[in-house]
């Protein structure tokens, strides 16, 4: 059973350009969550999404990000006009159940996002 | 809002020297608390959930134990190996989980 798909695994970007980010969740996971980490910082929720809903994104910045989760094909994160501050790790991980589940997130390897 | 607190920052540790990483929270329905390991370049690896207070968890050398306001993360005689980021997060009823700065652990052989 294949574990949580990301890529592409690094990404550069130079300031003014798009990024997209892509996760493939977990055979059978019908939802996904995507993360930031900065540095030696911890992850920073982003958005929390199932197949052709957002249920929660309150840690999404307003301005030049989106994410979807179409009913076939991956998860996308879209990062427009980057400017570098958006240089960090993107995590995604998917979930088994429904919304307000107890059940762990697994997690992917993460895209790591470079700005020059 | 939902705050996660993970002490300390960093330990270093002898091989087979024991130790516990604290991680306290506050959350309003608590649906679970989990910890996970992070090694450099990879995603979080799963490794516990708790539920109630008063559960324990183990799994080799770590043992996890939760009350109404902290989780620890125990090591019993830790290896090099044993060397990574360990990382709490408490998931809320609405999903979503929020996650502490980590304790990065570094076993000396």
């Known amino acids: 059973n294949a574990g949580v798909m990301q890529n592409p695994r690094h990404l550069v970007r130079r300031r003014g350009q798009e990024a997209r980010l892509r996760c493939s969740p977990m055979k059978g996971h019908s939802h996904v969550y995507w993360y930031r980490q900065l540095p030696e910082e911890g992850l920073k929720f982003m958005v929390y999404?199932?197949?052709?809903?957002?249920?929660?994104e309150s840690g999404m910045p307003k301005e030049r990000f989106s994410a979807e989760f179409p009913k076939e094909g991956p998860s996308i994160l879209r990062i427009q006009q980057v400017v570098r501050g958006d240089s960090a790790a993107y995590f995604c991980?998917?979930?088994?159940?429904?919304?307000?589940?107890?059940?762990?997130?697994?997690f992917g390897d993460g895209t790591r996002l470079s700005i020059l | 809002e939902d705050q996660v607190t993970q002490s300390p920052e960093a330990l270093r540790l002898q091989e087979g020297e024991s130790s516990s990483l604290n991680c306290s929270y506050t959350v309003s329905g608590l649906r679970g608390l989990f910890w996970y390991r992070q090694d450099p370049g990879k995603g979080p690896e799963f490794l516990f959930t708790?539920?109630?207070a008063g559960e324990e968890k183990e799994k080799e050398r770590l043992k996890a134990t939760l009350t109404k306001k902290e989780s620890f993360l125990h090591i019993t005689a830790p290896k090099p190996e044993d060397s990574a980021t360990y990382l709490c997060?408490?998931?809320?009823?609405?999903?979503?989980?929020?996650f502490g700065d980590g304790t990065t652990l570094t076993v000396k052989p």
């Open positions: 708790l539920y109630s």
């Open positions: 999404l199932q197949k052709e809903n957002i249920i929660d």
């Open positions: 997060a408490v998931q809320e009823s609405g999903g979503k989980s929020t």
């Open positions: 991980a998917s979930q088994r159940e429904g919304q307000g589940s107890n059940q762990p997130q697994h």
